[in-house]
């Protein structure tokens, strides 16, 4: 098993970072990582996603979305082939901070199989991650700002 974490601050309450997660019509706008995701963001729901990882290779998946809640937490379990052949179970959690004001998001990847060692590619996925995270900040904090 192999993890990638990555941490952000945002200056915007969890609900403006979820509603700004959750559009995913506009992703091809704004997210330089996640370049389209089609379907619905719930449990048992399957997404079509491309990504486009910094220095990697594009790739589209079909994940089933196995958790959702709302203004804390997304989780989809991406699979190739088989199970336990390589399975990306990918995770986006809000948590407020400093009163509900402000919240850390955490963009987690976790993946397993007899594959990982051939396919996961830990730099390229982990600069996608930043790179979409500031992206999710920078909207979310705009969003938040103009309401004020």
Do not use: K
Not at 39 to 52: A, H, K, N
Not at 100 to 124: K, N, Q, Y
Request: aromatic share 10%; proline share 7%; glycine share 6%.
């Amino acid at each position: 098993m192999r993890q990638i974490e990555v941490f952000t601050e945002i200056d915007a309450p969890p609900d403006v970072v979820w509603e700004v997660l959750l559009e995913f019509e506009s992703y091809p706008e704004w997210n330089p990582f996640v370049r389209a995701v089609e379907g619905e963001p719930s449990e048992g729901e399957q997404l079509q996603v491309r990504i486009d990882p910094p220095g990697g290779r594009s790739m589209t998946f079909s994940p089933e979305v196995v958790a959702v809640e709302e203004n804390r937490r997304l989780v989809w379990l991406g699979r190739l082939a088989v199970p336990f052949a390589f399975d990306g179970y990918h995770e986006f959690h809000l948590e407020p901070i400093e009163g509900g004001e402000r919240t850390r998001l955490l963009h987690r990847e976790t993946v397993r199989g007899a594959l990982v060692p051939l396919l996961f590619d830990e730099d390229a996925l982990e600069s996608g991650f930043e790179a979409m995270n500031e992206a999710v900040m920078e909207r979310a904090e705009r969003r938040a700002n103009a309401t004020a």
